[in-house]
Structure formats: structure tokens, C-alpha cells
């Protein structure tokens, strides 16, 4: 028998090590962030009534936080007794444990009007990392609900709670988990995701956060996070955290922005809604990821917390005339419009899915560069606005309508 080359044997030993650190992570709006489910084989046309009802459960409290699935758990920011509370689920609907998460946010005049929970959980292995809706960021075992660790963005990070409070679902790496409390000395905080230890704190623009979900771009020589704040879509580098660039979205007054920026390299979509400001917008992130180039902008697509969809070269976003507008990403120009609800907007299997602030959910195919209409049906459970996300996976349509979540089999 031949002898085994101990520095062979090292070698390997430390491939399987690096390759079992990557693990799947399962977050808001999908596995990139943007909006797409990989799914195949659903229903191109819903009955008259609507897709199959396969279960609802009505014990999450106020709020508009949208689910997470993992392979065989569901995951949800919701209220208890007026306590911040991360629900665990199986895939039928069936509590497997709950975790207190900090006071939920109530609001105050005309904010509390929009109470309780707001941001979707990350998994990252058998991690859990929720927000609640007055900052408290915390690690849990996704297994027991055991917590692991938790950071008050407020009271810890010297971070700014504005009128409608918190709504980012935290965007993770390898190693750590970013978070934006949006102080004036500490706007965006690097955090050790298995510890809860502070890595770095960036002053980035200085400015107050706006409801946006990040994302990380992963560049040659760096990567980087961006987000949106009150006035700014601006990068940090994540090694160091650095503010790497800013550029101004003209927010003057009342209009909100809630969408996570899209990335498709090199170029950077985003999409707010105020009257005196930009409305869409294309830049173009330099190689280095050092600064942004602005490409378009079209003042006549607004949208303030719908997100949109970048497909088959185009950008595919509703707008409160109720339309779903295809827009030209070389030029920012409307291609295509179809009649649709406005509201959260995703996309499986070359199908869009609205989930409208009218409580409308509307299934649109689109095959040959065309949209057509494949059904609809109306949401009847649940109280307040609907602005949660819908979610879409392995064949089932999870909506969240305040108290209550509803699965609906759309395969």
C-alpha cells in the first residue's frame, strides 16, 4: 500500500472545510434579493375563485413582514402581547416555536396607524437573524428558537429610529451581518454573525434610514454594501467600511422608498416614489465599485415599496396609475404596459405575481415579449394594508395580510 502524502491530505482537509462553510442562505425577496423564485411547472391559470387554499393561520399580530421558507420551515416577524415575536412554522401552517424579540414598534400620531412587524428574517445555516421593528437586531437558533445574541441598534449603535421605525431585513456574508441604524455617527454597523461582536462602524452618509433592505455586490477587488438611505443610494466597502460613494436621489418631501436596489453588473437599478424626485433610476457602478455613474432616470416610474423585477433584458415595475410598466433598461423608457394592481411584485417560472395594496392578487405569464392575464383573486383574511411581499416556493404562494398568513398551491 502506498503511503499517503501528509500535505496532500491537509490539502483536502481544508477544500471540504472551505466548501462546508458556504451554506445556503434564505432572505427576503428570494436567494439574490431581487424579486426571483426558481421554480418550474406552476399553474398558468388560476380557477375563477383563485388558486387552492391549502391552509391559513391567524396568530402573527399587526404587521407587514413577509415570510422566509427553508427547507422545511417557515419563518415570520409577527407581535405577542405587544412584544416583538419571530414565529417558526413547519410547511403546513403548524407552530413549531416562538421567540420574544423586544417591544414591537406601536408608532405615534399619524405612525401608529402602521403598527407591528416589519423586516423578513435571514437563515443562514442553523442561524436565524431578525429585526424587530424598534431595532433590535438577534441571532437565534433556527432549530429551538433558542437566542443567540442580540445588538439594540438604537441603545448600542447610537442609531436614529425615524417616525415609521425599522423595516431592513438584515443582509449577511460568510462571516458577518451589516446592519444600517442610521445615526449620525454610526449609520451602517459590521457585525460578527456568530458572536454579536461589533467588526467595524461607518459613518457612511450620515444619514437616517428609510425602510430599504441592502444588498452586497461582489466585485474583484471588493465588496460592496449598498443601500438606501433618507436621501442617498450610497457603498460602504465591507472590509474596511468605508463610504466609497453617495449619490443623491433628490428626495425633497413625503415620498417614500422602500425598494431594494437591483444589481445586474455593471449597473445598479433603483426605484422611489416623491414628486420632486427621480422616480427610476439607472447607474452604473464603476469595476473598482470606488463610484456610480448615473445613466437615466425617468421622473414618470415611481414606486415606493413594491419592488420590480429585471427579466429578459428589462425592467418590469407597477406603478399607482395601476399598471405593470416594462421599461427599456438602455434607455428608461416605457415598452409595454398591462392593467394591474399596484403593490409586491415577483416573479417564478416566467410568471409575475402582484400582490396588490387593494388586497388583489394577480398572476400575469409572459411568454413572446408579452404579458397576459392568467387569473385573479381577492384577500378577505386579515386586517390593515396590505403591503407585505408575497412569497413563492417549491409550488405554494405564502401571503401574509397582518394577522393572518394564507399557503395557496399555485403548481
Sequence with gaps: MKKINSSFCLIVYLMISQFSIAQTI???????????????????????NGPELLWTNEMLGPGYAAPVTTSDKLLIMGVEDGISTLFAFDLNGNLQWKSPNGKSFVGDGFS???????????????????????????CFSL??????????MVND?????????YAESVVTDDNAVYCFPGGKEI?????DRQTGKTIWTSEATGDTTHFVSPILVNLPSRKVFVSTSRHYVFGVDCETGALLWKYDIAIRHDGDHANTPVYQAPYLYVITNDDNGKGAIKLELLPDGSGVREVWTNKAVKNDMGGYILHDNKLFVTTENKKLNV???????????ARSTFGGTIFADNKFIVYGTNGDVVLFN???????????????????????HPVVDNGVLYIRHGEALMAYKIK
Excluded: C
Excluded at 402602521?114 to 437573524?129: I, K, L, N, Q
Excluded at 449603535?157 to 421605525?165: P, R, T
Excluded at 421599461?327 to 404596459?337: H, I, S, Y
Design 157 to 165: 449603535l447610537k442609531g436614529y429610529m425615524n417616525e415609521f421605525s
Design 112 to 138: 401608529a396607524r402602521f403598527p407591528g412587524a416589519r423586516s423578513t428574517p435571514t437563515v443562514v445555516g442553523d442561524m436565524v437573524y431578525a429585526t424587530s421593528g424598534t431595532g433590535r437586531l438577534a
Design 26 to 48: 434564505y432572505q427576503w425577496r428570494g436567494a439574490d434579493r431581487d424579486g426571483k423564485y426558481q421554480e418550474s411547472g406552476l399553474l398558468s391559470e388560476w380557477p375563477e
Design 143 to 152: 432549530n429551538t428558537g433558542k437566542e443567540l445574541w442580540a445588538v439594540d
Design 187 to 191: 449609520s451602517v454597523a459590521k457585525i
Design 327 to 337: 421599461l427599456d433598461p438602455e434607455t428608461g423608457t416605457v415598452l409595454e404596459e
Design 366 to 388: 409572459y411568454e413572446d415579449d408579452k404579458l397576459t392575464q392568467g387569473g385573479s383573486f381577492k384577500i378577505t383574511t386579515g386586517s390593515q394594508e396590505h403591503f407585505a
